[in-house]
C-alpha cells in the first residue's frame, strides 16, 4: 500500500510561487508513475503533470512552461514547481501513483489508484 503526504500549497498573488511536495512511503517507490491533478470547485479532476520511474515528464498545455514536476529518489519525493501562478491555478492539488514500469504515464485519473489527501492552491489577482 502505498501512502501518499502532500504539503505546501497556500495562498498567493497572480505572478507568484509555490512549490508543492509529495511523500511517498509504504511500498518501493521506484517502479512507479507520479502525478499531479487539481480539482477546482465544479470542475472534474484533471491531470497537470506526471512524471515515470525513468524521468520522462508530461504536462498539460495549460500549464506547459510554467509548472515544473521533478522527483528525489532518495527522499521518495516528488515535486511541483509552480511559477507565474493565475487565478485559474486555484485549486485542490492531489499527488497519485500507480505502479508503472513504463516511460509513459497517463494523465487519466482513472489510471492511478493511490492518492493523497491534497493540498489547497489558491491564487488570488
Known amino acids: 500500500q502505498v501512502r501518499l503526504v502532500e504539503s505546501g500549497g497556500g495562498s498567493v498573488q497572480a505572478g507568484g510561487s509555490l512549490r508543492l511536495s509529495c511523500a511517498a512511503s509504504?511500498?518501493?517507490?521506484?517502479?512507479?508513475?507520479m502525478a499531479w491533478f487539481r480539482q477546482a470547485p465544479g470542475k472534474e479532476r484533471e491531470g497537470v503533470a506526471s512524471i515515470s520511474s525513468d524521468g520522462i515528464t508530461r504536462y498539460a498545455g495549460s500549464v506547459k512552461g510554467r509548472l515544473t514536476i521533478s522527483q528525489d529518489n532518495a527522499k521518495n519525493t516528488v515535486y511541483l514547481q509552480m511559477n507565474v501562478l493565475k487565478p485559474e491555478d486555484t485549486a485542490m492539488y492531489y499527488c497519485?501513483?500507480?505502479?508503472?514500469?513504463?516511460?509513459?504515464?497517463?494523465?487519466?485519473?482513472?489510471?492511478?489508484?493511490?492518492w493523497g489527501q491534497g493540498t489547497q492552491v489558491t491564487v488570488s489577482s
Open positions: 509504504g511500498t518501493t517507490y521506484n517502479n512507479y508513475c
Open positions: 497519485a501513483a500507480v505502479l508503472s514500469f513504463s516511460s509513459y504515464c497517463s494523465a487519466a485519473r482513472e489510471m492511478y489508484n493511490f
